[in-house]
């Protein structure tokens, strides 16, 4: 791991008093500093996004299969890198050695997977009298992807690889504690020759890179992932500016355990949708509703399943949770279970260093309000009994989030029932699964705003231009 990560730009522009600032990135694991990278000044965002635009109209003017060509290319050395950006993963981010390879190989399929797109990015000739009517799919320009530290690789990409498929040049910004796979994909997509200026890699605060990005004229659309005050706060911004925005925002996602449904499959599933990351997931199934009349039996199923989840240092394969990103976020965590909480379940973690938390399951008397209610982001699950379909649907849905939900029963006729009345835009019936490259991904409510990934992800990066030709003299 290098002690210095270079980043766009190190000094300020002429006139301007606006030094960078060297930023320290900490493996949350030995709480070591790992790197150093400095921040991208406003000045520097402004010149990026000249270069920006001037790449993407050279990018947009090449035959689509060209770009398809290039694309592919960057997946490729993506693969050929992915077990040094695993790595990198493991120590900036913390996340198991396993959870970070799958991340590296989720970037190259989503760039193979956007390539295949660009050839079917297609208008339409619609009938009219009088002519011809075409409409075309216009790439928009630069394009800000603002990605979040707890998914840093994979949530780029979603940003990232179809804006460059539809035509457009991307300028990611990562979170300051994770920013260095990212600028490893930078330099991978300039080794795969893609236009210089058309991604870049722009570290530093939303503060000021970040607010850089959302306020400047030249950014045509920002992506964003983070958390929901702030995303509101960029949705304002933007609307200053009639500027389009996708957003993937907060999440406090139920797990509805019916008493019909296979228990022991529901109970060993359950820690993966909770614990996955240590929490730190927006899709995180940290609402658990059981049917009561099989409560106590889950509880008692769902305990050895959590306490067989190995806690530990993220660079060993047979580790399944690591750490916290940080101190600071284990303190929000800990504001939320009081230390002499009486927790249903509570894991172990190692002694010594790392932003260690314990898997948690509460009981819904005993969890208090803030708990049950507003998303944790740590490895804490909530356990509420409900009584019957009605009573279920009412809990699920009572929350200002919707973004993701799992039920667990055999009763084909309760699960269309049931996801057809939860108000979350990513669902699944017997099992956990939330994401797919192919299948679109967003929320509801103040979970988030428009869709990413999918078939119509490039769609989301262009402007629809119709265009009438008369035929009549």
């Given amino acids: 791991m290098p002690e210095k990560t270079a980043a766009p730009g190190t000094t300020a522009a002429p006139g301007t008093t606006e030094e960078p ?93 956007a390539a ?164 730190q997931d927006c899709c995180a199934r940290s609402r658990i509703l059981v049917q009561r009349s099989v409560h106590d039996r889950f509880l008692a199923l769902l305990e050895p399943a959590v306490r067989a989840v190995t806690v530990g240092d993220p660079a060993d394969p047979a580790t399944a949770m690591g750490p916290l990103i940080s101190a600071a976020h284990r303190e929000r965590v800990r504001s939320y279970v009081p230390d002499d909480a009486p927790a249903a379940i509570r894991g172990a973690v190692p002694e010594g260093p790392g932003y260690w938390y314990p898997a948690t399951v509460l009981e819904a008397h005993a969890a208090g309000e803030r708990a049950a209610a507003e998303e944790i982001f740590g490895p804490v699950a909530v356990v509420t009994p409900f009584d019957d379909e009605e009573d279920a649907v009412r809990l699920a849905n009572a929350t200002e989030y919707g973004l993701a939900a799992s039920l667990w029963t055999r009763d084909i006729g309760r699960a269309l029932r049931v996801t057809r009345a939860v108000a979350a835009g990513n669902l699944s019936v017997n099992s956990h699964a939330a994401v797919r490259y192919a299948t679109p991904f967003g929320g509801f409510k103040r979970s988030g705003l428009g869709r990413e990934l999918g078939p119509d992800a490039l769609t989301a990066f262009t402007e629809t231009k119709n265009v009438f030709l008369a035929t009549d003299g």
């Avoid at 965002?45 to 060209?66: G, H, S």
């Fill in 21 to 113: 600032k060297d930023r320290e990135v900490v493996n949350p694991t030995t709480e070591r500093v790992i790197a150093t990278v400095p921040d991208t000044t406003r000045a520097e965002v402004d010149a990026a996004v000249r270069r920006a635009a001037a790449a993407q109209r050279r990018w947009a003017a090449l035959a689509p299969a060209e770009r398809a060509r290039q694309l592919r290319r960057f997946a490729v050395a993506v693969d050929q890198a992915r077990h040094d950006l695993a790595r990198t993963e493991v120590e900036e981010a913390g996340h198991p050695a396993a959870a970070a390879l799958w991340e590296a190989e989720n970037v190259r399929d989503l760039l193979d997977y």
């Fill in 116 to 279: 295949g797109g660009v050839e079917r990015l297609t208008g339409r000739q619609i009938p009219v009298a009088g002519g011809v009517d075409l409409t075309f799919a216009e790439p928009l320009g630069v394009v800000a992807v603002i990605a979040p530290w707890n998914f840093p690789m994979p949530v780029a990409a979603w940003g990232t690889a179809p804006a460059l498929a539809a035509g457009n040049a991307v300028l990611l910004k990562p979170a300051e504690a994770t920013p260095l796979t990212a600028l490893a994909l930078e330099v991978l997509a300039q080794a795969a020759g893609l236009p210089d200026g058309l991604f870049q890699v722009l570290p530093g605060p939303g503060s000021v890179t970040g607010e850089a990005l959302v306020d400047h004229p030249g950014v045509a659309k920002v992506v964003f992932t983070g958390s929901t005050a702030v995303g509101r706060r960029i949705m304002a911004r933007c609307a200053a500016q009639v500027k389009p925005v996708t957003l993937e925002l907060g999440g406090k996602s139920p797990n509805i355990v019916f008493a019909d449904a296979d228990l022991e499959a529901a109970a060993a599933a359950a820690p993966a949708s909770f614990l996955d990351n240590a929490g």
